[in-house]
């Protein structure tokens, strides 16, 4: 290790095969003109990093190894570009993960986060599961100094289940959350900030039943035991809900929630289905005019302000929904609590000597 280099501990996707790997790596403090050097104080564990993980069929299509993963993270800046002047060392930081160009023509006209040319830290650039990252400055989010950094390391995902529940007006109006993995758990929890009269959630998994009735839903639905288009009705006195937040990306959560969703109402789908969808286009969406609504990410950097307003003010119940805090060394653990699906979000907190075989 030189002065122009600093050392650390990183987790690396190195082989074309399932698991990370462990690595002492050094990581250059020399900065573009334009960029921040971060020391991380936690991460979080995310669904794309299980793909990346298990190496699947999109990771295999995606990724370029060897790359250091993760993106998920708050830290403390400890190093900025000769051209950076919106944030300063010292800052207590997370990321929004979508490096936008700025020059497209949706980054032009405000809606970065659907811009053309995105770059993922952790999927494209190396990203966070390591002592220090390296980022653009312009994605560098500033926190409240006296936050929790335990939740601002799931600000990211938070932004996503944000940016789906409050797309349409969910006040006081029946909402619907499909899908309680930890993204839908933090929309169960956005939905009842934001003030929602009754909050439905559909769930398979036991024990993610359990933390969105403790989160605030007031109806759960187990889709294996229940017909859930019937009970969603019953709730509803025949109406169906207002506001369907889709977080699960299964084909039949999806199709069903499209037979209970009330005439006018909203759909925000963020959940990816690996199988395609079959609608009955005329009567479920055209003769009940409904709106349907794709979510990409956060709004850069609207959601984020929203999200800040929420941690600050206390309004959600984040150490419900991060369930586990474990050591950075220990992500083969992470990996295996998250695909039992017995878990909210995993926190990694990387530690400050260098690891050793």
């Not at 900065?31 to 936690?42: G, H, N, R, S």
């Not at 298990?54 to 830290?75: C, I, M, N, Q």
Request: hydrophobic share 40%; proline share 3%; net charge negative.
């Amino acid at each position: 290790m030189t002065k122009d280099t600093l050392s650390m501990t990183a987790i690396v996707k190195d082989q074309p095969q399932s698991g990370f790997t462990i690595k002492k790596k050094t990581i250059s403090t020399t900065l573009e003109p334009q960029e921040d050097l971060i020391k991380i104080k936690t991460a979080s564990f995310c669904g794309t990093d299980v793909h990346i993980y298990d190496y699947d069929a999109w990771a295999k299509k995606r990724l370029s190894l060897p790359l250091t993963v993760g993106h998920e993270f708050s830290g403390e800046i400890i190093k900025v570009g000769r051209d950076v002047n919106r944030v300063s060392v010292g800052d207590v930081v997370s990321a929004e993960t979508h490096i936008i160009c700025g020059t497209c023509e949706f980054c032009l006209r405000g809606e970065g986060h659907i811009c053309e040319n995105t770059e993922i830290i952790g999927v494209d650039t190396d990203g966070c599961f390591a002592g220090y990252v390296k980022i653009p400055a312009a994605n560098c989010f500033v926190n409240s100094k006296d936050a929790n950094p335990l939740h601002l390391s799931v600000q990211e995902p938070l932004g996503n289940a944000v940016h789906t529940m409050t797309h349409f007006d969910i006040k006081q109006k029946t909402v619907a959350v499909v899908g309680c993995g930890p993204l839908g758990l933090m929309g169960v929890d956005v939905a009842r900030a934001y003030g929602a009269k009754k909050i439905i959630a559909i769930e398979i998994n036991g024990y993610r039943r359990e933390l969105a009735k403790e989160l605030g839903a007031h109806v759960i639905i187990n889709p294996l035991e229940e017909d859930v288009i019937k009970r969603v009705l019953e709730e509803t006195d025949q109406r169906g809900v207002d506001v369907v937040g889709e977080f699960s990306g299964n084909k039949t959560a999806i199709e069903q929630s499209f037979k209970y969703i009330k005439p006018g109402g909203g759909m925000s789908l963020l959940g990816i289905p690996a199988e395609d969808i079959t609608l009955d286009l005329a009567n479920d969406i055209v003769f009940k005019g409904i709106e349907i609504y794709g979510v990409v990410g956060r709004k850069i950097y609207d959601t984020w302000y929203e999200v800040k307003t929420l941690i600050d003010n206390n309004q959600l119940n984040l150490d419900k929904i991060i369930t586990h805090q474990l050591k950075l060394k220990d992500i083969d653990e992470a990996a295996k609590i998250m695909k039992s699906g017995n878990s909210g979000k995993i926190v990694l907190i990387p530690e400050d000597d260098d690891y050793e075989a």
